[in-house]
RNA sequence: GGUCUGGUGGCCGAGUGGCUAGGCUCAGCUCUGCAAAAGCUGCUACAGCGGUUCGAAUCCGCUCCAGACCUCCA
């Protein structure tokens, strides 16, 4: 970060002209052009911090954090924002216009914003813990009422909001007008018509699809804003619109977001920045990532199917026969394609583990290969990369790159155990590999091996352990070495003899 | 009812017209003092019924089944 350094020349890797992302508005595979290369703008719809995150928001979390990282390696310039939704928002089992984060604290007599610093900070350390990085902005909607009020009066400027006491809705039927309502989500506005229930409010719309972007608060709420409306608090959409035009502009690349938000949600943010800005897409690519089920059910709070990362990972739940270490669901999720459902389940998420170890070890193995020069025909690496591009600019597909990962995995087990030999650039390359595509693009890494000095001082023990067990090998003393072995195994460390020395791994 | 997604071998899960997905499991073999690890080999599927095609898991139609969305939800 020289700043004398001359701006630029930024080179784009010259796969990036490759990526193709699936995109939901035209239901097609695109190849993925942004608007000003080598900026990219991602916006992805943040979490509701009124509870726990669940392991269905981190499975969308880690699609776009896989999209991230991906177009970060490809050499683009990202501003990735995901929002913090710390506001307003109806409560499920009523339907009374409740602010859920209000009714949270009162339930919990505790002051609003501490619930959402409280579950701000539970969200961050799950995001941590899989590995998932942090986006370039984090925006809260509370931070931005001033700005939600600014585009409330655009709406309402340009035609397409209405004031009715105090609250403000957007005219669904006017916009309809003269722009495609239902594009994103193929609903059509006379088949949404016959599809009304009780809603507060409702008797203040013009029409039953007409939604709030400004509701007046009632005495109950705790978190309300002076407008000129009302004192009240904005709409359940349109923070994103707001949050993401601020920092991405009227027209951006990438959007984001679980595919339950499709409708109305997204539908209402494309209404919304349309109404306010003009005629233009708001988005050129909307990716939606699918649902994570359990046992073939979406897994959800009102479910009761759901549990927390921390759960998976102690495995304290009744779902759970076991725990699973982070890096084991980050895997597993990985081996499904985004756009598909995921099914958890025990034999999966232990197929996952015992796959994960196998390349995990293997992956480790790499740091130790002792190159051998000349002669042998070397396995075409290039090809290997190449097909690891491929995977990935094919709508981010990462199991097909774990397939390529797993090829890999081959080549050097047969290289650590002498069956094939390897020059010192086979064996950068292969490094090389694991370093850009498992490390930098899947967010993988070595869990415990943090390389500090109690792990030191382990690797220290086992040497001597080894040496003691090697040394009765050669005397044929057995008692002795499974001895070793065996204590070894009943206290977590698994012992390995290859070819040319023994290695071990911890649990 | 409407919109949409999907039904792939023992399990999970890729694949959109012809060529091995991959992982896990299981069986056999190699290696090994034994075991583990690793390697090799095998188990060769595409909901059903029609149609298009020289050829379909892949395209079209219908049927059945599952799930999501249509109400806050990633």
């Not at 989500?185 to 939604?211: C, H, M, V, Y």
């Not at 923070?239 to 035009?245: G, I, N, R, Y």
């Not at 938000?261 to 209402?268: A, R």
């Not at 009744?318 to 084991?328: A, I, Q, R």
Request: glycine content about 10%.
């Amino acid at each position: 970060m020289d700043s004398s350094t001359p701006p630029a020349e930024h080179t784009l890797s010259p796969y990036a002209g490759g990526l193709h992302i699936g995109n939901s508005l035209s239901r097609q595979k695109e190849q993925f052009t942004p608007f000003n290369a080598p900026y990219v703008g991602m916006y992805v719809c943040g979490p509701t911090v009124y509870s726990n995150v669940h392991l269905g928001n981190v499975r969308t979390f880690l699609t776009f954090d896989v999209v991230y990282r991906y177009l970060l390696h490809l050499g683009y310039k990202v501003r990735y924002v995901r929002n913090i939704t710390d506001v307003g928002h109806l409560t499920g089992d009523t339907d009374d216009g409740e602010d859920k984060i209000g009714k949270k604290a009162r339930l919990e007599n505790i002051e609003p914003m501490e619930v959402v610093q409280r579950y701000t900070n539970d969200f961050h350390d799950v995001m941590r813990v899989f590995h998932i990085l942090p986006p370039s902005i984090e925006p809260t909607a509370t931070g931005h009422i001033v700005e939600q009020i600014g585009m409330i009066a655009r709406i309402i400027e340009n035609g397409f909001g209405y004031e009715a006491n105090g609250s403000v809705y957007f005219d669904v039927r006017k916009y309809a007008e003269s722009h495609n309502y239902g594009e994103l989500s193929g609903r059509r506005i006379d088949e949404l018509q016959n599809q009304t229930r009780a809603l507060d409010g409702q008797d203040e719309k013009r029409d039953p699809l007409d939604f709030a972007l400004w509701k007046k608060a009632d005495s109950s709420h705790l978190m309300h804003w002076p407008s000129p409306w009302s004192e009240g608090f904005p709409g359940w959409h349109l923070e994103c619109s707001v949050m993401s035009t601020k920092y991405l502009g009227k027209s951006f690349d990438i959007h984001g977001g679980g595919m339950d938000l499709k409708f109305p949600h997204h539908e209402c943010e494309i209404a919304q920045n349309m109404g306010a800005h003009g005629p233009e897409q708001p988005v050129r690519y909307w990716i939606h990532g699918n649902m994570l089920t359990v046992n073939g059910r979406k897994m959800s709070k009102s479910e009761g199917n759901g549990f927390t990362p921390e759960e998976l990972i102690t495995g304290n739940h009744k779902l759970l026969e076991k725990g699973y270490s982070p890096m084991t669901v980050r895997f597993f999720m990985l081996q499904g394609h985004y756009a598909g459902t995921l099914d958890f389940s025990n034999p999966a998420l232990q197929a996952a583990e015992k796959g994960l170890e196998r390349l995990m070890s293997a992956w480790g193995l790499l740091e130790e290969l002792a190159p051998v020069e000349g002669g042998e025909p070397q396995p075409d690496l290039v090809a290997l990369r190449d097909r690891a591009y491929a995977a990935m600019n094919d709508d981010f597909n990462t199991p097909v790159l774990i397939a390529v990962l797993y090829d890999a995995v081959k080549v050097i087990n047969s290289v650590a155990s002498g069956r094939m030999g390897m020059d010192a650039a086979g064996i950068d390359a292969l490094r090389a590999l694991f370093q850009d595509f498992a490390h930098d693009i899947l967010g993988l890494d070595h869990e415990a091996s943090d390389g500090d000095a109690s792990t030191d001082r382990a690797d220290g023990l086992m040497e001597v352990l080894c040496a003691l067990r090697n040394e009765a090998k050669t005397n044929k003393d057995w008692a002795t070495a499974d001895l070793i072995r065996d204590q070894l195994a009943a206290r977590g460390v698994q012992i390995k003899d290859g070819k040319d020395g023994t290695s071990w791994t911890f649990d």
